[in-house]
């Protein structure tokens, strides 16, 4: 009753006699020309060969997106896997395995190293600036773990008024969601610096379903999820246009889960750093950045009592030079140093290694509308030794709104401490992982915005559990073999006050031993978001569909495809107070995206929101 009652006040609005206004630019999906994380320095996107997508802070509210993934949820080309609020996000980019992305936050590499992926669920989205996510091989400027690509987080920045500028959030929801954030930023002569803090607490829903049998599971419970975040940052321009910053995220609670042998964990993700750039000559800029991300997880037992711990600590420090050839050439060149520390109570042979990396990279302009972008890098990493990596890209910009691009580039990605190390399972002689990838496109640009790319991509040396038939013991080894197919499709348009952006995702991840196909990823996905303001009221809906997909390598295990349609309003009260409302899930479709996992059936969330 309460879910139809709260609908029902929420499809209201859609009927709301209100005055029609024109939408205003940055009321659209932003993406912003000028991209950072494609090539270590500021590119118009529209030079670019690689997929870019840009989500900015005015793009994170109009979507009401009250979690990362909800929000990476929104791109073509990236699948994903979660059952809740705080559970484990698994994010597929291209098709390719979830620990082949790889995470910066601010510029430093964040993430477990003992398991090789990103916990973006406990990333707190209020603390988020600007989000870039570069799809394709991005281990010629980057290194390891960057096969999929690379999704930088940029945390909130100062204000550019001397006045003071505040935000506050608060809402509540379904599950008892209550959700709280505040920001305060501005600048002084010529320092900024922001600072926030935020607070999500749910009560959660029933994680997984009952599982029969000697190994099955039944534990029928809210699964519940608590996380309170901090940010702060702290800049200054010198007159000679040198400049000084430091930053600072963390976010710290726990998440409960179904589990025979552990069901709660205790977390803290962290990120620090430093950064001091100036100009050496009028053609040469130089930065040097200094940082520390901590991924810390306690977990433990139905009972109560401890059960593990696991904790990892990363250095990263990084050399980066912009040289101006003319104005046509850009040449960057730099170096990365990384040093990786593991402890807890598991005991490995190893509990740290360094990678160094050097690396350079041109992007130039030729002919007027053809722009390339060459990069090299060499990896020297303790457990494996060196490795080199390149990446080519062109792209064509005609006088008739079409564009075309194509690139080709290699990857890889480091064993983990876990594949190396781990007792009774780690193999101290693995090489990495090891990739090979092509793609093309056209874009246009005339009554519609519309974009196609296909790509083919080869990895070989996988990891993956081999059992020895005498011990019937499992080891990691290099075994694997994939290859992932893809055609990925966007058409946007802004019409008479309306946007639309439709995106069409088609995928072949197969196993080349096997020909199955890769474990937990849709072939086909198509998304619909179409949004327009009416007046001070803003509506919008989101429309995902997602094929079937398997939950184990043999394909014996089918997850049934779904639909879901999310809808989202506010209105303005004046200039500073917005009130917003969220109905999930509005069909109330059971599914799910891992074999007995939950996922949120309908579900509704109001928000207040103030900025001076």
Known sequence: MRKFIVSSLLLAGFNSSVQARETQADE??????????????????????????????????????????????????IDMTQSGYGQNTSVYMRGTNSDHVLVLVDGIKVGSATLGTTPFQFIPIDQIERVEIIKG???????????????QIFTRKGGQEEKPSFSVDAGGGSYDTIKTSGTVSGKWKNSWYSLGASHFNSQGFDNREPVPGRFGLDQPDKDGYRNTGLNARLGYRFDNNAELEAFFMRAEGKNEYDGNFQNKTKFVDQVVGTSASMDLLDNWRS??????????????????????????????????????????????????????????TTSYNEKSRYDIGIFTELHSRILDNHFINASLRWDENEAFGDYVTGNFGWRYNSEHGISLFASFGNAFKAPTFNDLYFPNYGNARLKPEKSTSFEAGIAGDHWLQWEVRGYHTNIDDLITPVMNPVTFEF????????????????????WQGWDCKLSLNLLSPKNRETN???????????????????????????????????????????????????????????????????LNNLLDKNYQTINTYNTADRNFFLAIHYNN
């Open 287 to 344: 930065t040097l950045r200094l940082g520390q991300s901590r991924d810390d997880s306690d977990q433990f037992a139905p009972d109560g009592s401890f059960a593990s711990r696991f904790n990892t600590t990363r250095w990263n420090a990084t050399w980066l030079n912009q040289f101006t050839l003319s104005d046509n050439h850009q040449l960057t060149a730099g170096t990365d140093y990384r040093f990786d520390e593991v402890e807890g």
């Open 137 to 151: 091989p991005q281990s010629s400027l980057y290194g390891s773990e960057a096969i999929g690509g690379v999704i």
């Open 516 to 582: 199955a196909r890769l474990p937990r990823r849709a072939e086909k996905t198509l998304s619909v978001d179409l949004s327009r303001s009416f007046g001070s009221l803003d509506l919008g809906t989101h429309v995902l569909a997602q094929g079937d997909r398997f939950d184990d390598a043999r394909n014996q295990t089918k997850v049934a495809g779904y639909v879901t349609v999310d809808l989202r309003s506010a209105y303005h009260f004046n200039k500073n107070w917005i009130l917003s409302a969220q």
């Open 28 to 77: 659209s999906l932003n993406l912003p020309e000028m991209v950072v994380t494609a090539t270590r320095t500021e590119t118009p996107k529209n030079q670019l060969a690689a997929s870019a997508t840009v989500y900015s802070r005015t793009d994170i509210e109009r979507l009401q997106s009250k979690t990362l993934p909800e929000l990476l949820r929104h791109t073509t080309g």
């Open 475 to 494: 080891s990691a080894e290099n075994t694997g073999k994939a290859q992932i197919d893809g055609i990925e499709a966007e058409i946007s348009k802004h």
